[in-house]
């Protein structure tokens, strides 16, 4: 703490990774066979960050902060079945936030985020219907730019009653999500909606019980590197319609019990929606059915 209102938290991290992929089995020749095939590789990556927050009234703390974004690509991911290296990149980005969490009292609070993300390398699925021969590629620099929001409240406290409900509203508007630079350059990024809505809303009372609703909302979404609407004939590219998905969960906690007993029931995708949640790497995968 610099002073009782103001906080700075720097930090820095080194990270050190090696990785190597040993394939025992795979076809040869269209035969399965016993092989020994080995490769490998590694990454090196200093990162920084530091973040501030001041409370600038009661209730009210602003917030800002910067880091430095890392991320190895996966094993499988690098290191294809042949033992071939892709060669891909980490994945490294700087990110910078800003915003504010106001607490309004009576049991409601709201917080609104600026973000940025600038990637100077960003892992990408290539464009298979183009030719590529792999999943994978490093998709060079992209930038991400958004805000997010969050109103949660607490029904007990706002309406001065014993209720046991409460509720919770995001969204994170994503108008800037695209490639800068490369073959792809001013083109939005696949798998990145400009909006996502998420509901929650549950009640519980003294005795244990529990019952709770949450709903997620996935707006329309590319599914390759050139912002393809027409569905391809292998379903690799084109673009994702938006989709709802709403679980329900319903529960019970002993409380008065030795034993940490709590039952409950959950239904994912209650509705049953049908929509495709993927286009890669080789075309339409469903979302998970009710469950």
């Not at 973040?51 to 996966?74: K, S």
């Not at 699925?125 to 805000?147: C, D, E, I, M, Q």
Request: proline share 5%.
């Amino acid at each position: 703490f610099l002073t009782p209102r103001l906080s700075l938290t720097p930090g820095i991290r080194v990270e050190s990774y090696d990785y190597t992929r040993n394939i025992l089995r795979q076809p040869v020749n269209g035969t399965p066979a016993d092989v020994d095939v080995r490769r490998g590789d590694s990454v090196r990556k200093l990162i920084p960050g530091i973040g501030a927050a001041y409370q600038a009234a009661a209730g009210l703390t602003v917030f800002a902060g910067v880091h430095r974004g890392f991320a190895p690509p996966r094993v499988k991911d690098a290191i294809t079945r042949a033992g071939v290296s892709l060669q891909l990149d980490a994945e490294s980005s700087w990110n910078y936030e800003a915003g504010a969490r106001l607490n309004l009292g009576r049991g409601l609070r709201a917080e609104a985020t600026w973000f940025t993300t600038d990637f100077q390398n960003q892992i990408v699925p290539a464009a298979v219907s183009g030719g590529a021969t792999t999943t994978l590629v490093n998709g060079g620099r992209t930038l991400h730019r958004g805000v997010e929001l969050l109103m949660a409240a607490d029904w007990d406290r706002l309406l001065g009653r014993r209720t046991g409900l409460f509720s919770e509203v995001r969204h994170a508007w994503l108008p800037a999500a695209r490639f800068t630079s490369g073959v792809n350059g001013g083109y939005r990024l696949p798998y990145a909606p400009e909006h996502s809505f998420g509901l929650r809303a549950g009640w519980r009372d003294r005795r244990g019980f529990s019952l709770h609703i949450d709903g997620t909302r996935v707006g329309d979404q590319f599914g390759d590197n050139r912002q393809t609407v027409e569905g391809s004939a292998d379903g690799t590219a084109g673009l994702l319609p938006g989709y709802w998905v709403w679980n329900v969960a319903a529960g019970h906690e002993f409380r008065r019990e030795r034993l940490g007993l709590n039952p409950f029931v959950t239904v994912k995708n209650l509705a049953d929606e049908r929509y495709i949640s993927s286009r890669a790497p080789l075309g339409i995968q469903p979302g998970m059915f009710r469950q």
